[in-house]
């Protein structure tokens, strides 16, 4: 066979070769979730709620009076504001908005107990389950010494509970690994993180917020 021909017969199965592989490798991909799914809602609200532990973590930082306060609160910036970023990377890369806007805050568990009690927490300013209103945390900016702390430790756990709640139902109800894995992991976090919240609380002879406990 002629060098030209050869070449020309080579190309072509080349190109045979990269479409087949093209087509299997587009049916191995799991195509992305819709917006109204578990995974883009979790994902969305997830970052959200975890944006304002990571706000009241940096505020820690600078404000607390002990080492184990401080030290607490840079594992939650540290450990909150990755996942953070982690799921807002999924919506880039499902091509989904990152705010929840015009979409319904907490929408995707729509129908559960906890999406009713979140629509009264709503009422009360608190825009996801635990999360701190705006008063609380003009008061906790306010606040030094003890106070602060003690302040501090009751809203994160608190905030922790409402996180678990929701992670527990993404774990439970996504259709990805990828949301499925990193709401367990939120799970098993903040339940830790939760019972050395209750300590540290109880150290400082003060109690958890009324259903605080994650």
């Known amino acids: 066979m002629p060098t030209t021909a050869r070449g020309a017969l080579l190309s072509v199965v080349a190109l045979l ?24 809602g979790f994902a969305r609200d997830m970052a959200t709620h975890h944006s304002q532990a990571v706000a009241m973590a940096y505020t820690a930082i600078q404000t607390a009076p002990s080492e184990e306060v401080r030290r607490l609160a840079v594992d939650v910036a540290s450990t909150q504001g990755n996942q953070a970023g982690r799921l807002q990377q999924l919506l880039i890369t499902w091509d ?34 635990g999360m701190a209103t705006p008063a609380e945390l003009a008061r906790l900016g306010a606040e030094t010494g003890q106070v602060f702390e003690v302040d501090f430790l009751q809203l994160l756990l608190r905030h922790h509970a409402g996180g678990v709640e929701m992670a527990q139902y993404g774990a439970e109800h996504a259709t990805t690994a990828e949301v499925r894995d990193l709401a367990a992991a939120i799970v098993t976090s903040q339940r830790a993180e939760s019972q050395l919240l209750e300590d540290l609380l109880a150290q400082r002879g003060a109690q958890p917020l009324p259903g605080a406990v994650a």
Request: without cysteine.
């Open 17 to 40: 070769l990269a479409l087949v592989l093209g087509i299997l490798a587009g049916r191995a991909l799991p195509s992305a979730p819709a917006g109204n799914s578990v995974d883009v």
């Open 96 to 129: 989904q908005p990152l705010s929840s806007a015009g979409t319904g805050v907490m929408a995707w568990m729509a129908g559960t107990d906890l999406h009713a009690r979140h629509v009264v927490e709503q009422r009360q300013g608190r825009v996801m389950p």
